[in-house]
């Protein structure tokens, strides 16, 4: 009988972590720190193996980094929807401090790196590695610290995160793209006319959608734009219903809802994972001093810890200056800053960018160092930050 009980526990115990906002950044932080030490330990041969072991016409590290993530930015892609049409970035009032403050946390860092690389034209390939901010990561954070953070702060990063996978997605369609495939691009285009049409004459099974989906997936992985877009392109067409007053009635009918719910915990506690698993790996064999000074490595570093927080507070503080817009409620100076220096946690999206940007795993491993440099000191001045600055606030929001 105790032993039913204890496993009863066990399995409630598990279903609340899983179910607790913060638990995808902390199960990322876990496989990051699990990649770091296989890559610097007798396992490492074993690691890089596995990684380039061919699977029918892709290595295992493309089917992670290709197929695998465009579930991932299929999730990004319905998220950005729901928001957009139903959720905190609905109007353009609720748009205008988070979009701001998400294009100068791209605009400064992206500055941070071009200025440090600006004279060597291989290197440049990589400036908007630090553009990207870390939405698992970084509200993984910020939920530790509980009700030393107002809600409406919480609301105000996951936001400006969102608009910021946006402007990654956008990048990465514009300024990552190899040579195209018209054919295979003609006919990813008419496969994309076929998704909206479904969405036209209210096909509500998901079925059709994931099928034609697909197929459009094998035609942008054959056109030269990057694979994994057409997720996003996917969950566009998803139909979302919206009556006013009964949210509830469209989470249980809606196909948006339903497959955003059904992707939520797949996504955040097995493809993300295993991405960052595969990608976060880097060995530190042979590391000397003058690499952490390197203009490549320094230009993620400094891209992320000090352009996100100049970027992001910046922009908020002229806003609220100039009145045009108000500090997100119940929210202070000091825990702006320390929510800012968060925004400089990149680890998953500018992992991506950095493996499209180089090719050289010589490269790739600055590139991560870099990364993991200012994403591990971003969201240690960040949570520090909000611990000092926050005030401990009642569960309807207000300060004590």
Same mark, same amino acid.
């Given at each position: 009988m105790s032993?039913i009980?204890?496993?009863?526990?066990i399995?409630?115990?598990?279903?609340?972590?899983?179910?607790?906002?913060?638990a995808?950044g902390?199960v %990322?932080?876990?496989?990051a720190?699990? #990649? $770091?030490?296989?890559?610097?330990? @007798?396992?490492a041969g074993?690691? !890089?193996? /596995? *990684?380039?072991l061919?699977i029918?016409?892709?290595s295992?590290?493309?089917?992670?980094?290709?197929?695998?993530?465009a579930?991932?930015?299929?999730l990004?892609?319905?998220?950005?929807?729901?928001?957009?049409l139903?959720?905190?970035?609905?109007?353009w009032?609720?748009?205008?401090?988070?979009?701001?403050?998400?294009?100068?946390?791209?605009?400064?860092?992206a500055?941070?790196?071009i200025s %440090?690389?600006?004279?060597?034209?291989a #290197? $440049?390939k990589g400036?908007a590695? @630090?553009?990207?901010?870390?939405? !698992?990561? /970084? *509200?993984?954070?910020i939920?530790?610290?509980?009700?030393?953070?107002?809600?409406?702060?919480?609301?105000f990063?996951?936001?400006?995160a969102?608009?910021?996978?946006l402007?990654?997605?956008?990048?990465?369609a514009?300024?990552?793209?190899a040579?195209?495939?018209?054919?295979?691009?003609?006919?990813?285009?008419?496969v994309?006319i076929?998704?909206?049409?479904l969405?036209?004459?209210?096909v509500k099974a998901?079925l059709?959608y994931? #099928? $034609?989906g697909l197929l459009?997936?094998?035609?942008?992985f054959?056109?030269?734009?990057?694979?994994t877009?057409?997720?996003?392109?996917?969950?566009l067409?998803?139909?979302l219903?919206?009556t006013?007053?009964?949210?509830?009635?469209d989470?249980?009918?809606?196909?948006?809802?339903?497959?955003?719910?059904?992707?939520?915990k797949?996504?955040?506690f097995?493809?993300?994972?295993?991405f960052g698993f595969?990608?976060?790996?880097v060995?530190?064999a042979?590391?000397?001093?003058?690499?952490?000074?390197?203009?490549?490595?320094?230009g993620?570093a400094s891209?992320?810890?000090?352009?996100?927080?100049?970027?992001?507070?910046?922009?908020?503080?002229?806003?609220v200056?100039?009145?045009?817009?108000?500090?997100?409620?119940?929210?202070?100076?000091?825990?702006?800053?320390?929510?800012?220096?968060l925004?400089g946690i990149?680890?998953?999206?500018?992992?991506?960018?950095g493996?499209?940007?180089?090719?050289?795993?010589?490269?790739?491993?600055?590139?991560?160092i870099?990364?993991?440099?200012?994403s591990?000191?971003?969201g240690l001045?960040?949570?520090?930050?909000?611990?000092?600055s926050?005030?401990?606030t009642?569960?309807?929001?207000?300060?004590?």
């Open positions: 032993s009980l204890t496993k009863g526990r399995q409630s115990s598990l279903r609340r972590f899983l179910d607790h906002e913060a995808g902390l %990322l932080m876990v496989v720190a699990l #990649a $770091l030490i296989t890559a610097n330990s @007798p396992l074993a690691y !890089a193996e /596995a *990684l380039h061919e029918g016409p892709l295992l590290q493309h089917w992670i980094n290709d197929a695998l993530m579930v991932f930015f299929l990004v892609g319905l998220e950005i929807k729901r928001e957009m139903d959720g905190q970035l609905s109007s009032s609720r748009r205008l401090l988070p979009g701001a403050a998400a294009a100068g946390g791209m605009l400064v860092p500055l941070f790196y %440090l690389n600006g004279s060597n034209p #290197a $440049l400036w590695i @630090p553009t990207a901010t870390d939405i !698992a990561f /970084a *509200l993984g954070v939920s530790l610290l509980g009700r030393r953070v107002p809600a409406s702060l919480k609301i990063l996951a936001a400006l969102i608009i910021d996978d402007g990654a997605v956008v990048i990465i514009l300024f990552y793209t040579h195209l495939n018209l054919l295979a691009l003609g006919g990813a285009a008419l994309l076929g998704l909206f049409a969405n036209r004459l209210k998901l059709p994931l #099928a $034609l459009l997936w094998i035609l942008v054959a056109s030269g734009i990057h694979a877009l057409a997720g996003v392109m996917l969950a067409t998803i139909p219903k919206v006013p007053g009964k949210p509830e009635a989470h249980a009918h809606s196909p948006l809802h339903r497959l955003e719910h059904w992707l939520h797949p996504v955040a097995l493809i993300v994972p295993i595969a990608n976060a790996g060995s530190f042979g590391v000397s001093a003058a690499l952490f000074s390197e203009p490549l490595t320094m993620v891209g992320l810890l000090l352009g996100k927080l100049i970027g992001v507070s910046g922009v908020v503080f002229l806003l200056k100039l009145g045009l817009a108000d500090l997100p409620a119940q929210a202070s100076w000091g825990q702006m800053i320390g929510t800012a220096f925004c990149g680890f998953t999206m500018s992992l991506f960018i493996l499209l940007a180089f090719d050289e795993p010589a490269v790739q491993d600055h590139v991560k870099g990364i993991l440099l200012g591990l000191a971003a001045l960040g949570a520090l930050c909000l611990a000092l926050g005030r401990r009642r569960s309807d929001g207000t300060a004590r």
